[in-house]
């Protein structure tokens, strides 16, 4: 480099120093959004009657199968735990992907560290279904967990039997969300059966049990946690 070439240099250097259109500029980095993980529901350290099967539509062929015990007023003796970690302090959401025939076999106990369990349920016909945590019948309002940065313990335990869980994805609030349904369904309101969308009995009757889950009219998925729908045969 020639002595001029040198100096010119320098120059422009000394100049970035000095002029505003060359300082650093504040970056975000510390407070972003948590953009979500996935966890095989088969990975977590099982006891009590939780099994692993083999399943060709799941994300690593292997899902979780609820033992054949009811547990309805208290978290059975099964459980399926699982470690993870967050990176920042925030509110995170957590999914399921999850698969039952109907509202006689379409849930589970849930909870995270030492917080209180939630019976978490959902109807989803004979496909694959993602959908956020919930407190029992509070359909489409998501579970909201306040957590600190460090590892965290998610616990699930029985409570319907032969219920199906592919994997299990945890986000920030304002971060992602797991991979879309493909289905034109939308559960529990109405479920996919045989490639076509059968409605519920709360789909014609409202959110709640009424006069036609009373009916018994024959429609197959709304569960208002009482057994009110008919599931016919």
Not at 38 to 63: H, M, P
Not at 193 to 202: A, H, K
């Amino acid at each position: 480099m020639s002595i001029w070439r040198g100096a010119a240099l320098a120059g422009l250097l000394a100049g970035c120093l000095t002029f505003t259109g060359c300082e650093a500029q504040v970056t975000t980095i510390g407070s972003w959004t948590d953009p979500g993980h996935y966890l095989e529901a088969e990975s977590g350290a099982l006891t009590g009657g939780f099994a692993v099967s083999s399943d060709s539509g799941a994300s690593a062929r292997q899902i979780l199968v609820a033992p054949s015990v009811k547990s309805e007023n208290e978290p059975g003796d099964a459980r399926a735990t699982y470690r993870f970690t967050v990176r920042s302090p925030d509110t995170y959401k957590i999914w399921g992907r999850i698969r039952s025939p109907d509202a006689e076999h379409n849930r589970f106990w849930v909870r995270v560290d030492d917080g209180d369990w939630m019976k978490w349920r959902i109807s989803v016909g004979d496909i694959w279904y993602w959908d956020a945590f919930h407190d029992n019948t509070d359909y489409g309002n998501a579970r909201e967990y306040p957590l600190e940065a460090g590892e965290h313990v998610l616990t699930l335990a029985n409570c319907a039997d032969s219920v199906q869980l592919d994997r299990l994805f945890y986000s920030s609030i304002e971060g992602d969300v797991p991979a879309s349904n493909d289905t034109p369904c939308n559960p529990p309101h109405s479920i996919e059966l045989n490639g076509v969308c059968q409605l519920s009995c709360g789909s014609q009757g409202g959110n709640q049990c009424g006069t036609v889950c009373s009916d018994h009219q024959p429609f197959y998925a709304y569960d208002c946690g009482g057994s009110c729908c008919y599931i016919a045969p």
